[in-house]
Structure formats: C-alpha cells, structure tokens
C-alpha cells in the first residue's frame, strides 16, 4: 500500500514537472525565435540569392554545424522549386549528421524532396575543394570556436569568387539584454531569478556543445566585420534577427511576449533596429580576383 501510494505520489511529481517546466515546446517566444531565424534570417536570405543567380548553373549550398539538419531543411524547403542546386550538411558530430542522413532519406522517400547530403567534417578543415561553393551557411555556430578567424579563413577559400556566407551569432549589444544585466545589477540579481524562474537543467540544458565548446567567442558585430574584412569575406549586408530568445518569465506574460512579436515587423525598418537583435545575421560576399 505504501508503496502504491509513493508510485502515485511519483506519477502526479512527475505530470505537475512537465506541465510547469517543461516549456519549450509550447513557448511563444522560442517558436518565433525559430520561425524567424529558420525562415526569414536564413530561409529568405538564400532564396534572394538564388533567385539571382542563374537558373542554368548547378549551385552548391552547404551549412556548416549543421546538427540533425533542422535548419537546412526549412532552408531548403524556401527554395526547393529552384532546380540545379545541390544540399550538403556539414557537422563534428557524426551521430547528428547520421540523422540528418536519416531524416533526408526519409523525406526523399515519403515527401519526394530532393536529397540532401550529410557528411562528418570540420569547420576549420572542410572537405570542400577551392572555389567550389556557392552557398555557405552557419548559423550559431562561430561563438562555440575559441579562434574562429581560421574558420572564416576555410570559409573564404572553398566560395567561389562572388560567392556568399550567411553566418549568425549571438548578439552581446542587445539593448533588451543590456536593459535586463542592469536590472539585475540594481537588484542584487533579483532580476534574474525571476526572469528564469521555472527554468532547469532538463527543460532547457546549459549552452554547451557535444563536440567542442560552450559560448566562448561572442562578439559585438564590430569584431565580426572586421574578422571578415580580414579573411576577404567583406559584410554585404546585416540581417536582424528576432528580439526575444525567450525565458519562462515571458512564457507567464504571454501578453507582452504576444505584443512584443506582433511589433516586430515594425521594429525591423527602424533605424536603432540592430540593438533590438538577440543575434546578428551577417550576409558575406568573397570577393572578386
């Protein structure tokens, strides 16, 4: 008896934990995080690109820290009716490019999409000839490098000439978060705590990479621009992201995180539109010999 009533006390534990921590996948602010950075700050950038390039010639888009290939298949699904392009995803860990395979296979199979091609390699050694790609992405991956300059170097030498990289990476000048680090200065980081109040180690684990490191390269736009500018990857244009990333205190005030997301459209043609980022999207261009 004492032990059925500790396996029913255990059940109800563990149905109150999902419905209170359990958050990421009901949050409104993660959705659009993810809606915005798959669709529009990657999806839309390289449908514009190939919708200027010429149809009759076969393109080669890659994305680099590519994982499962969650955010090469929205990219590819914005351009699929463009024809004579070719899909590769890069990534360190074998295990997450072997369900990307997976995953491909499967949507060749049921949907009819074209494949798209996984492969194991790395960022700073990439398996990819001189001058034989049209496309690059990388999206939240540079800030994992302890030194990414080389890696924007490997970038730089496989582009064709007039090629391009679509790279995103937090963004440090967040005027909201810079709002939210004085807050919590002001109250003895009390700020803090509420904002992630609700937050665990299973519900949203630590920032940290399975092959590599955490965040340990976060740079304001100027240090990227420049890093570019070295390797000859010039920024062509700057993408704004989306303002929330989203925390349980917005997951409570679904309000204000609903006001917040409808205003943002608005807020991409101001001109201070830059500050109100959680991550920079830089379009780079290799340049011409």
Known sequence: MIEQRKGEQNKGE???WSQSEKFFSRSWTHI???WKLRQIML???????LAKSNQNQVKRVVDLGCGPGTNLFDVYDASEHFTNVQWFGLDLNQREAAEGASRSAYRTKERGKQAVHFMSGDIFKLPFADNSIDILISSEVVEHLPDPVPALAEM????????????TTPNPR???EMVGYALDKITFGGFKKLYWKGQDEVSAPPLT?????????????PVWRDWFEQVGLPVVKHVRGPMLFGSPFFDRHRFLSGMIIMLDPIMDRLPFRFATTTNLGMLCQKKER
């Open 43 to 49: 999806g839309k950038t390289v449908h514009d690109i």
């Open 14 to 16: 563990q149905k109150d």
């Open 156 to 167: 730089q030498r496989v582009l064709k000439p007039s090629g391009y990289a679509m790279v």
């Open 32 to 34: 659009f995080y993810f």
């Open 209 to 221: 990479a399975q092959v590599g490191f955490g965040h340990v390269s976060v740079h304001p736009f």
């Open 174 to 176: 967040n005027l909201p």
